[in-house]
C-alpha cells in the first residue's frame, strides 16, 4: 500500500505557472508508474500525463509542450510543472501511484485545485 499527498494547486492567471507536487509515504522505486489526473464537474477523471519506474513519460495530447512531469528518487516525490495554463485546465488534480503485482492497484490522493482566470 502506499498513500500520496498532493499539494501546489492554486489560482493563477491564464499563461502563467503552477507546480504541484506528490509525495509518496514510499520508495517510488518499488512504485510502477506514478502520474497526475485532473477532474471537472460532471466530467470523467482524465489523464495528463504519467512517468513509469523507467523515467518513461507520457502526456495528454492537450498538455504536450506546455507540462512538465519529473520525479525525485531521493524524495519519494513527482512533480507536475504546468506553463502556459489556461482556463480549461481549471480541474482537481489528483496523483496516482500504481503498483502492479498480482493485480493493478491504483492509489489516490485526496486532490489538490487549480484554478486558471482568464
Known amino acids: 500500500q502506499v498513500e500520496v499527498v498532493e499539494s501546489g494547486g492554486g489560482l493563477v492567471q491564464a499563461g502563467g505557472s503552477l507546480r504541484l507536487s506528490c509525495a509518496a509515504s514510499r520508495s517510488i522505486f518499488s512504485i510502477n508508474a506514478m502520474g497526475w489526473y485532473r477532474q471537472t464537474p460532471g466530467k470523467q477523471r482524465e489523464l495528463v500525463a504519467t512517468i513509469n519506474i523507467r523515467g518513461s513519460t507520457n502526456y495528454a495530447d492537450s498538455v504536450k509542450g506546455r507540462f512538465t512531469i519529473s520525479r525525485d528518487n531521493a524524495k519519494n516525490a513527482v512533480y507536475l510543472q504546468m506553463n502556459s495554463l489556461k482556463p480549461e485546465d481549471t480541474a482537481v488534480y489528483y496523483c496516482?501511484?500504481?503498483?502492479?503485482?498480482?493485480?493493478?492497484?491504483?492509489?489516490w490522493g485526496q486532490g489538490t485545485q487549480v484554478t486558471v482566470s482568464s
Open positions: 496516482n501511484a500504481r503498483i502492479v503485482g498480482n493485480g493493478i492497484y491504483d492509489y
